[in-house]
């Protein structure tokens, strides 16, 4: 059938379909997406546990994704500088805020009262096509693979995490948890923090941050006490800044005790909704510690994402583990979690079988 298309259907709390879907319609100030690779990311395993957007299903996830143009609305082509045409090799932005809340007024919108994220609360690219607002695509440079263009927005996250963490040059940065906290200390690298200290679990991905310029990685199988260890790198002191990129009351507990006086911390890592940790009030008043959340990327945090993947800043390819068609979807989100070696699968409606990367 023309109109129809393959799709990894989330029908149900742990229900996944592949099946044939209709192709969607887009609006005069949208774009038709031809999808070429979704990376699989913590929140698409949430939403099949029902643990996040549960009330959305059914529903197709996936919005880590780089794809080519398959077709341009009346006026969409105006609404990006540069045009967009057939064949374009894109991206998007997932982030589609309302423009006129209080929030949107304030140039927040990420705060959005009515915040949407496209293959989060609405269907995304785990599938062959998906429309985007032609305001939010990107172009990718030629140089950049589309599985790097499937990493733009990861990256994007942990780049508006920097931005407002922002760190001083020379500041030591603690990151806790080895997932996208490869990332984060990478970042804090780029921004010439030292010492730049990893903690996390997993020896690998340890390795990698080592690689990509970390000066310490603590690996917690090995240190029983890893907020101990980061004030023993710091002659006592503890850390200027501290990256919580887990998720866990336990961690974010530690990332604080790692702070100096006067520290900032960066949450990052998301945490059940109704998670609490315990601070005593006496370390933000007499210790002067601070906190910045982030939960996004967007705006001008995609094209510096895309500035610094096409300049070699970051170099994600030794996190690319696998490319699986749609019908592994599910067996890919159970792998995730089984292999520690794994970093990111791509799904790719293009291909038929797994191929490592
Ligand atoms: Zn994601
Ligand atoms: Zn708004």
Redo the contacts with the bound molecule.
Sequence with gaps: MANMMKAAVFEAVKVIKVKEVPIPEIGDEEVLIKVKNTGICGTDWSIYNGWYSADKLPMIPGHEFSGVIAKVGKHAASLKAGGLKEGDRVTADINM?????????RGD?L?????TQLGIHTDGTFAEYVKARASLVHHLPDSLSFEEGAFIEPLSCCIHAAKAMNARIGGSVAIVGCGLGVLHARMAVLRACAPVIIIGDNKKRLRIAKEMGADYTIDIHEVADPVAEVLRLTGGRGVDYAIEAVGTTKTYEQAFAMLRKGGVLSAFGITGEQDTMHIRPFEFVLGEKKITGSCAGIGDDWPDAITLLAAGRINPKPLFSMKVPLEDLEWSLHELRRDPNLFKIFVSPEVSKREVL
């Excluded at 705060?111 to 915040?115: A, G, N, Q, T, V």
């Design positions: 805020a309302c423009g006129n809340c209080y929030y949107c007024m919108q705060l959005c009262d009515s915040f």
